[in-house]
């Protein structure tokens, strides 16, 4: 059974910094992986999506790296702003036959003014 | 339309009563989602929905959890004797399969049920 674990469960940084959060799964043999927002009291919202077999994706000041076979992803966040506060929740999407998404619990990122 | 919707946006509902939460997927896309979301909690896997496949139920919390995908488009998650514990968001999501492999996950705006 796939299991997705995030650290931090919460960051407070200052703006301006930059930032790293890691997601890490138990089953390697994954399909791609997804990195998602989430504002309080609102639907989620997609970063990225890294294929199996891609290394990284960039859009803008975030970049998502991914180390399939040791089961790990880093998004890192650029220059933080107060917008960028949010949940950050990354999702695999499992192999094989069955392409069921499986969630991390997230990290709750608030970037102080 | 352009994004995933779902209905209604709010339900409250007395313990004991059924409820039914819609969820209209992306046209043209074949995997659907459910997915539930408790108070300060993580997503949890429901159910999904790939194209004509039986269904992967394997989420569900009990019998008394049921979704159903008609025409391969729209779907329906019922809750029966809802009780006070099934109070959370539900949220739906859809992608596709393109020629590129598998695209990203699209959410809807979830469904927020409170049972009192």
């Given at each position: 059974?796939?299991?997705?674990?995030?650290?931090?469960?919460?960051?407070?940084?200052?703006?301006?910094?930059?930032?790293?959060?890691?997601?890490?799964?138990?089953?390697?043999?994954?399909?791609?992986?997804?990195?998602?927002?989430?504002?309080?009291?609102?639907?989620?919202?997609?970063?990225?999506?890294?294929?199996?077999?891609?290394?990284?994706?960039?859009?803008?000041?975030?970049?998502?790296?991914?180390?399939?076979?040791?089961?790990r992803s880093t998004l890192?966040?650029?220059a933080s702003q107060p917008g960028d506060s949010a949940t950050y929740l990354c999702a695999v999407r499992d192999g094989g036959s069955n392409y069921k998404l499986t969630f991390g619990k997230g990290t709750l990122l608030t970037v102080n003014p | 339309g352009a994004g995933v919707s779902q209905s209604p946006s709010n339900k409250?509902?007395?313990?004991?009563k059924d409820v039914e939460l819609r969820c209209d997927p992306i046209s043209g896309h074949t995997a659907l989602y459910w997915y539930r979301q408790s108070l300060g909690q993580g997503l949890e896997f429901l159910i999904y929905f790939q194209g004509n496949s039986a269904p992967d139920k394997s989420g569900l919390p009990s019998d008394r959890f049921s979704a159903e995908r008609t025409g391969g488009s729209v779907s329906t998650l019922t809750i029966q004797r809802t009780q006070q514990e099934d109070s959370a968001v539900y949220l739906c999501a859809s992608s596709s399969l393109?020629?590129?492999?598998?695209a990203s996950a699209f959410f809807g705006q979830g469904t927020r049920l409170t049972v009192v």
């Open positions: 059974k796939q299991e997705v674990t995030q650290i931090p469960a919460a960051l407070s940084v200052p703006e301006g910094e930059n930032l790293v959060l890691n997601c890490s799964f138990t089953d390697s043999a994954i399909y791609n992986l997804q990195w998602f927002r989430q504002d309080p009291g609102k639907g989620l919202t997609s970063l990225l999506l890294i294929q199996s077999s891609q290394r990284e994706q960039t859009s803008g000041r975030l970049n998502a790296s991914l180390d399939k076979s040791s089961g890192y966040i650029a | 409250v509902t007395e313990k004991g393109t020629s590129g492999g598998w």
